[in-house]
Every structure is written in C-alpha cells, then in structure tokens.
C-alpha cells in the first residue's frame, strides 16, 4: 500500500467488545477531513457512539456498508494523506462487465500556498498521536473539525459505500451514475449492482432518499414486492425501515406455520443474550425476597417536595442510597467471582461501589451505572441516575458508562409488577429488584391498616456468601425503607 494512504482500523472499543455494528457514515468518498473528525456512527452491545478519526486527509475508501457488523482491527476507512491523491484502490480496478463505467471523484484539494500550509498542519497534528480513537475519547490536543457535508446528507452515503474486498465482483467506490427523470441523484453502484442481480428496473423505482435518490431499501422493497402488486407509496418508504421479511412460502418444519419474519439478533439484544446465558450457566443463584411497608418513606418525600418542588430525589435515589450504605455493611454483595485459566478460583473485592440500575430504552435493556455511588447523597445519586437514563436512551453511553456497575438495582414495580426471579447481570454476583407500591393491608401495632407495600427481591450468587449475608442485606435495606428518618440519620 502506497504510503500516502492511511488505513483507520475499527478500534478497540473497550470492556471486551470485539465487533461494532456500522449504522451511518458521516463522510464520503472524496472529503477532506481533520484530526478527530468524526466519521461513523456505529452501535456496539452497549451504546451508539461517534468515532472519530485519528488522520487528517481526504477520504480514498470507506470499508463497510450501514448494517453491517465490523470486528475489531479490520479496516474501516482509508484516508489520503493532504497532498495526496484520494483516488481508492478500487477504482483502479476492472469494471466489471454490464456496469455502468464511472467518472473518477476529484479529490478537491488544493496546490495553493494556503492548501499546503493546511496539509502540513494536518501532519504536525497526526505526529501529535492520534490513534487515541476508544469510544468517547478523541486525540489529546487535537483539531476537531466540523463536518465537511451536512450529517442529514449521510443517509444517502450509507448506501454508497463498497463491498468487502474479498467480494472479486465488486465496483469502484468512486462509482455513480445519473438516471434519467431521478432528479440530480447519483445512484451509488451497490444500489445499482443489487438491481441489476435481481433483475430491477431503476426506472420504475421512486427514490425515497435525498432529492428522489434510490436507496439500497427501495431496491429491497422492490424485490419483494411482486410484479403485480400497487407500489407503497413513497412517504410510507421513507418513515419506515426495510422488514425483515422471510420469503412467502417458508414454512416452519415444527409447527408448520409460516414464517412471518426473521429478525437478526444483534447490537443490544445480542449483548443481552450472551450476558443472560452467560450468568445462567455459570452462577447458581439463589433468591430471597420480603414485604416491606414504604408509607414512611412516601411520607418524607411528600413532605420534602413541599419544601423543595422542584429539588425533591425520586423513591429510586433514597433506595439507593439505603442500597449503598447496605453494601459497605455487607460487601460480599460488591464483588465477582473470577475463575483462572488454570481453573483457579477467588473472589474479587473493591474499594468502592459503582452502582448500576436497569433503564429501559428503544434499543432494549441497557444498565448503566453511577460510579462511586457511596460518595454520593441521595439528591446527587438522582442527578446522576437521570443523566445517565437519559444518555442511555439517546444511544449516547460510553461503554465505561455501561459496563462498570458492581451492583445491579433493578426498578421494575414500573412496569407494574410485583416481584421477578431476576437474572443477575453478569459479571456482578447480586441484583437487588423493588416492585410496584400498592396499598395492601398491613398490622401497625396491633391493629389493620392500609399501608405503601412494595416486595423487595435480591437474587444473589451463592459461591461468594450464604443466605444469612443476603437476608441480612436486604432486612438492612428494607429497615431502612421502613423507617428513613432514622436510617439516613446513621449514614
């Protein structure tokens, strides 16, 4: 390889991730680019990131098409060095036969005096070491620059990007043709390739990108829709993504029904089910659960949202902090259980307690933690709790965000439910789960009443402690449930 081409491998992504889905680039073929700019937006099993570059330079190729899981150390974009040409190795190659033959991209630099100094500038900031590119994380002294194309316009290079180089039918990167009555769109030769295979007639496709362009979806739609059927129309396109539809006639060998749909297991519920396998097969569990009257705690809050409006911590952020204090009196619940590859076995203690707490969000079940939660009083554990819940469902969670709990508390009495046999989230050995409070009946001295009930679960690994440290934890945290006032008094 010429070395006036800089290949960016997909970095190590951090806390054992070894592959990334590619969900949009944010460049294309033919832009220049700084230091640090980001270049993809790609979704790991625990949070959709920005990964920018470590090179500055123009864009020669991008590796990898929207969708498409990338592993670790593979290449994900080449990029020429200023000065350079950008022209992609592709683009040297044959074209292959009943193609359409492109125009090659310019790679729009300039020899002027100014351009040079620019150029060198991007190489005095490349010798500064970049390479620092681990999610969340850019190149330490570093230019960030702005995008050179509007991040909108991204869309439509989603799907101009090239095959793996493995693929020997493949076209040039740089590859775009203009159909007659698309408007000024430039269909990109994947889009035109896949058309071609399956027999599609461009012409009688309504682009539903950009200024009418033909998207890799509409292509899909095309083929599985039959011949005779009315075309969706466009805004029904474009607002919804392509199914993943089976073909018509699968049928199921044991039920014998047919296949509606198939729906590959990736990102976050693909995370998930390794986790939840994973903590299954190797911890034997064990639950224990109580009762436990919160009138007392309702109360408090009620009568300190009076005070405060506007400055009162949610039930969740007083649980907590009982939770965390619980920890310190009980530690064996703030641990792991680590086997060695010759089979040797200890347990692992930490000075410190990150807290993580389940958040539901559009991507599937994702639990990020607040880390040093013990250093922290109840009204900043709520600060913190609703910051990260709302990163976690914009996608935006560092995987450190995500992946450094060492005690799970599960919320799910949201969901109006009462109780769960909960999975602990592996590599943790206990989860604590809090129910919904309803008004239930309850003896307060001696007599009936109706009282705040909520059921307290904690589902625990029984290689690290007995039942007498699970039931004492949770009789510490539901005590203190019971009677705040007092609890928050001794912390």
């Given at each position: 390889?010429?070395?006036?081409?800089?290949?960016?491998?997909?970095?190590?992504?951090?806390?054992?991730?070894?592959?990334?889905?590619?969900?949009?680039?944010?460049?294309?073929?033919?832009?220049?680019?700084?230091?640090?700019?980001?270049?993809?937006?790609?979704?790991?099993?625990?949070?959709?990131?920005?990964?920018?570059?470590?090179?500055?330079?123009?864009?020669?190729?991008?590796?990898?098409?929207?969708?498409?899981?990338?592993?670790?150390?593979?290449?994900?974009?080449?990029?020429?060095?200023?000065?350079?040409?950008?022209?992609?190795?592709?683009?040297?190659?044959?074209?292959?036969?009943?193609?359409?033959?492109?125009?090659?991209?310019?790679?729009?630099?300039?020899?002027?005096?100014?351009?040079?100094?620019?150029?060198?500038?991007?190489?005095?900031?490349?010798?500064?070491?970049?390479?620092?590119?681990?999610?969340?994380?850019?190149?330490?002294?570093?230019?960030?620059?702005?995008?050179?194309?509007?991040?909108?316009?991204?869309?439509?290079?989603?799907?101009?990007?090239?095959?793996?180089?493995?693929?020997?039918?493949?076209?040039?990167?740089?590859?775009?043709?203009?159909?007659?009555?698309?408007?000024?769109?430039?269909?990109?030769?994947?889009?035109?390739?896949?058309?071609?295979?399956?027999?599609?007639?461009?012409?009688?496709?309504?682009?539903?990108?950009?200024?009418?362009?033909?998207?890799?979806?509409?292509?899909?739609?095309?083929?599985?829709?039959?011949?005779?059927?009315?075309?969706?129309?466009?805004?029904?396109?474009?607002?919804?993504?392509?199914?993943?539809?089976?073909?018509?006639?699968?049928?199921?060998?044991?039920?014998?029904?047919?296949?509606?749909?198939?729906?590959?297991?990736?990102?976050?519920?693909?995370?998930?089910?390794?986790?939840?396998?994973?903590?299954?097969?190797?911890?034997?569990?064990?639950?224990?659960?109580?009762?436990?009257?919160?009138?007392?705690?309702?109360?408090?809050?009620?009568?300190?949202?009076?005070?405060?409006?506007?400055?009162?911590?949610?039930?969740?952020a007083f649980i907590a902090r009982f939770v965390t204090a619980g920890l310190k009196k009980y530690p064996a619940l703030n641990?792991?259980?680590?086997?060695?590859?010759?089979?040797?076995?200890?347990?692992?203690?930490?000075?410190?307690?990150?807290?993580?707490?389940?958040?539901?969000?559009?991507?599937?079940?994702?639990?990020?933690?607040?880390?040093?939660?013990?250093?922290?009083?109840?009204?900043?554990?709520?600060?913190?709790?609703?910051?990260?819940?709302?990163?976690?469902?914009?996608?935006?969670?560092?995987?450190?965000?995500?992946?450094?709990?060492?005690?799970?508390?599960?919320?799910?009495?949201?969901?109006?439910?009462?109780g769960s046999a909960a999975i602990i989230n592996y590599p943790e050995v206990a989860m604590l789960g809090v129910g919904r409070?309803?008004?239930?009946?309850?003896?307060?001295?001696?007599?009936?009443?109706?009282?705040?009930?909520?059921?307290?679960?904690?589902?625990?690994?029984?290689?690290?402690?007995?039942?007498?440290?699970?039931?004492?934890?949770?009789?510490?945290?539901?005590?203190?449930?019971?009677?705040?006032?007092?609890?928050?008094?001794?912390?």
């Amino acid at each position: 390889m010429s070395s006036d081409m800089q290949v960016f491998k997909l970095p190590d992504l951090g806390e054992g991730l070894t592959e990334a889905e590619l969900v949009n680039w944010l460049v294309a073929v033919g832009d220049e680019i700084v230091v640090d700019q980001p270049i993809a937006e790609v979704e790991t099993a625990k949070s959709m990131v920005e990964v920018p570059s470590p090179y500055a330079g123009t864009v020669a190729e991008l590796h990898g098409e929207a969708g498409q899981t990338l592993d670790v150390g593979k290449p994900l974009i080449s990029i020429a060095r200023a000065g350079a040409s950008a022209a992609s190795p592709a683009a040297a190659a044959p074209v292959p036969a009943g193609s359409v033959d492109p125009s090659p991209v310019s790679s729009g630099l300039d020899a002027s005096p100014a351009a040079e100094a620019a150029a060198e500038t991007y190489r005095t900031e490349e010798k500064a070491g970049s390479g620092n590119v681990l999610i969340g994380y850019g190149t330490p002294g570093g230019v960030t620059g702005g995008r050179t194309r509007p991040r909108k316009a991204s869309v439509s290079v989603a799907s101009s990007v090239v095959e793996p180089a493995a693929v020997t039918e493949m076209e040039p990167a740089v590859a775009g043709t203009r159909i007659p009555g698309k408007l000024s769109a430039v269909i990109s030769p994947l889009v035109r390739k896949m058309a071609r295979d399956h027999g599609v007639s461009l012409d009688a496709i309504e682009g539903s990108g950009t200024s009418g362009l033909i998207m890799r979806r509409d292509v899909e739609a095309a083929i599985t829709v039959p011949a005779t059927r009315e075309p969706a129309p466009a805004a029904s396109r474009v607002s919804a993504p392509a199914p993943v539809a089976a073909s018509a006639d699968a049928v199921d060998s044991r039920t014998g029904l047919s296949v509606s749909a198939r729906t590959p297991v990736r990102g976050v519920r693909k995370a998930v089910a390794a986790n939840m396998t994973r903590s299954r097969s190797e911890i034997p569990e064990a639950t224990v659960w109580v009762d436990v009257d919160a009138t007392a705690l309702l109360e408090m809050r009620a009568e300190l949202k009076k005070r405060a409006p506007h400055d009162t911590p949610g039930l969740l952020a007083f649980i907590a902090r009982f939770v965390t204090a619980g920890l310190k009196k009980y530690p064996a619940l703030n641990t792991r259980f680590e086997t060695a590859s010759d089979g040797s076995q200890e347990i692992v203690g930490f000075d410190g307690i990150n807290l993580g707490f389940a958040a539901q969000t559009d991507r599937g079940l994702v639990v990020p933690s607040v880390r040093n939660a013990h250093q922290l009083s109840a009204r900043e554990l709520d600060a913190e709790i609703r910051r990260l819940t709302a990163v976690a469902r914009d996608g935006k969670a560092t995987p450190t965000e995500l992946g450094s709990g060492t005690f799970t508390l599960n919320n799910y009495g949201v969901f109006g439910v009462d109780g769960s046999a909960a999975i602990i989230n592996y590599p943790e050995v206990a989860m604590l789960g809090v129910g919904r409070i309803i008004d239930k009946p309850w003896v307060v001295n001696g007599e009936l009443a109706v009282r705040k009930v909520t059921e307290l679960t904690l589902a625990f690994d029984h290689r690290v402690c007995d039942g007498e440290t699970a039931a004492g934890f949770l009789r510490y945290v539901a005590d203190a449930i019971e009677n705040p006032g007092g609890a928050l008094a001794d912390m």
